[in-house]
């Protein structure tokens, strides 16, 4: 069994990650102007909150039509939540476990790299340190609170 303690940080690291997506793809709705009571248009834009690198891909060319102060913090944005992908995947999807040897956590997991022809797997198995597992938790948390600044920010924007 996994230490509770670890099981309340995984937990919070997935949550806030859900909610750093969720506010990506308000900021995306807000940036385009898309009524949320259009279903067809809502539709659309549920499709590409399904699948992450399109979500930011399309984050990244939704800055273009912001205002010059919130499409750089954007493009920074989707830069950061692009170079942490691996390891978001690997919290959410990787299989956690305590090593016998040594009574080390472990997480392991197989992540594509690539795209057709060039695709590859790759296999993680690495060990996870306590200071580790809280510095996750305060990048992702630091991530969600610039989306909600920049999302509050083109909210004020179409407001004034």
């Known amino acids: 069994m996994l230490p509770a303690q670890l099981l309340v940080r995984i937990g919070i690291y997935v949550q806030t990650a859900a909610?750093?997506?969720?506010?990506v793809w308000q900021i995306l709705m807000?940036?385009?102007?898309?009524?949320?009571?259009?279903?067809?248009a809502l539709r659309k834009h549920l499709e590409i909150k399904k699948t992450t690198p399109k979500l930011i891909a399309e984050l990244k060319d939704a800055a273009k039509d912001?205002?010059?102060n919130i499409s750089l913090r954007i493009s920074m944005l989707a830069e950061k939540i692009e170079q942490g992908l691996e390891n978001r995947n690997l919290v959410a999807?990787?299989?956690f476990f305590v090593e016998n040897s040594n009574e080390n956590i472990h997480?392991?997991?197989f992540f594509p790299r690539g795209k057709g022809k060039e695709r590859q797997w790759f296999?993680?198995?690495s060990s996870i340190t306590e200071r580790a597992a809280k510095n996750a938790i305060e990048e992702i948390d630091t991530l969600l609170r610039e989306a909600i600044s920049i999302r509050d920010m083109l909210t004020e924007s179409k407001s004034s």
């Open 107 to 109: 997480v392991a997991h």
């Open 19 to 23: 909610h750093l997506e969720l506010a």
């Open 123 to 125: 296999q993680i198995d």
């Open 66 to 68: 912001c205002p010059p």
């Open 93 to 95: 999807h990787g299989a």
């Open 30 to 40: 807000q940036a385009r102007n898309v009524d949320e009571h259009d279903g067809v």
